[in-house]
């Protein structure tokens, strides 16, 4: 079955994807699995925007529910192919690449981007790469005499240096989270300077990171299902789950929906509503599946506890109360009813 069929309507390659998944040897490592899904070139997702952008986020969404540490990575190398399509890389892709995208910016995390002679290169840190030791290359935001730039680097050449010792947590211990100081390292520019954060795709990856939470608190969600408790109280809280998750799903429909009907508008407000909510529902579920559940959950079921404690760290890559007041202003300068 060809992965191409995602590009006209997803359905048949996402029942492929799943059946790809649940095939994958439980203990096999995130990298590993990933190695496996763009082998059989189920990475070709649609193009956000492009009219199916609702089963790209449900081929992100599969990947979550099976293993979060793998979406992690998957998305980011979804997000790269997608990011390069936008942007019209100018310089030739490997067929074979895998990539991660490293946009996190901090004032320990600044690499700085030096053009001489026709030759780009990066120097200093970079923090929270995610598949450091996973991928073959990397998207990486560095910042050079007009700004931020956007550049695109191999990671198997001299001039850089991954250290993990900073990562410690069992959450998405397997994304192989790493630091990464360039001393000199080759690279290519991708669009112009600015292009990363201005470009209407930057808040469609967004969107397809929440579908990623979506999809790793529904495996939660139906470990609670599943469980003998059948009391009240077990119903009460899955019946809270239910109305946590459909609200969920239905602000990730409506952004897919938004974002193939006016593909080049700012998304930045549909998409802070479906990241908001779809956070919302990842926490509530792990409380409240939690509480049902008991130490149980966490002792006795590898993949649950897995799943709850990778859930725990990958949510909190929203900006929570910051994205609330942004959505907040975005709301109080509009004029869009609260309609029906």
Not at 224 to 246: C, E, I
Request: include cysteine; hydrophobic fraction near 45%.
């Amino acid at each position: 079955m060809s992965a191409s069929l995602f590009r006209r309507s997803g359905g048949a390659s996402l029942t492929h994807l799943r059946t790809t998944l649940a095939s994958l040897a439980p203990r096999l490592p995130a990298r590993e699995k990933l190695r496996e899904l763009l082998v059989r070139e189920l990475d070709v997702l649609p193009m956000p925007g492009g009219g199916h952008t609702l089963a790209r986020w449900q081929a992100l969404a599969a990947v979550g529910r099976s293993d979060l540490a793998l979406a992690k990575l998957y998305e980011g190398h979804t997000d790269a192919l997608a990011i390069l399509h936008e942007l019209g890389a100018t310089f030739a892709v490997p067929a074979r690449a895998s990539w991660g995208v490293w946009a996190a910016e901090g004032p320990r995390s600044r690499v700085s981007l030096e053009v001489r002679n026709g030759r780009a290169t990066l120097h200093g840190p970079k923090q929270w790469c995610s598949g450091a030791r996973a991928v073959s290359h990397a998207l990486v935001t560095a910042w050079g005499e007009a700004g931020s730039q956007l550049v695109a680097v191999a990671l198997d050449q001299p001039g850089l240096d991954i250290s993990e010792s900073a990562f410690v947590g069992p959450g998405m211990a397997e994304t192989v989270t790493a630091d990464v100081t360039f001393h000199g390292a080759a690279c290519e520019l991708v669009g112009a300077p600015g292009a990363y954060l201005s470009r209407p795709g930057f808040w469609h990856g967004g969107a397809g990171v929440a579908a990623c939470w979506y999809g790793g608190a529904s495996g939660v969600a139906e470990a609670l299902r599943s469980a003998p408790q059948r009391d009240p109280f077990a119903h009460a809280a899955l019946g809270k789950v239910d109305l946590w998750m459909h609200a969920a799903a239905a602000a990730l429909r409506d952004a897919a929906r938004f974002v193939d009907g006016q593909p080049m508008a700012d998304a930045q407000r549909v998409v802070h509503r479906a990241r908001l909510a779809a956070e919302r529902a990842a926490l509530r579920t792990l409380e409240l599946a939690g509480g049902v559940l008991g130490p149980a959950a966490y002792c006795r079921n590898a993949h649950f506890a897995r799943a709850a404690a990778d859930l725990t760290v990958f949510v909190r890559q929203s900006h929570g109360e910051r994205d609330l007041a942004a959505l907040g202003a975005q709301v109080a300068a509009g004029d869009e009813p609260f309609d029906l």
